[in-house]
């Protein structure tokens, strides 16, 4: 019974915050900036980095 309980919350707790998830998109231009595989790739993954 406990264990019943436990998954219920479980359940609960991934649908609330599933429910609180919302899809965040930027554009960001590339331009000519260094890229590898095919330009009309369905995802483009870009990583910032600070040299400091």
């Known amino acids: 019974m406990h264990m019943k309980k436990l998954l219920i ?4 707790l991934l649908l ?5 998830a919302e ?7 590339i331009g ?6 095919p ?4 995802v ?3 990583e910032f980095i600070d040299f400091q």
């Open 23 to 29: 899809e965040k998109r930027t554009d960001v231009p």
């Open 32 to 37: 000519d900036s260094p890229s590898m595989g």
């Open 39 to 42: 330009a009309d790739a369905p």
């Open 16 to 20: 609330s915050v599933m429910a609180q």
């Open 44 to 46: 483009t993954i870009i």
């Open 9 to 12: 919350c479980l359940c609960v």
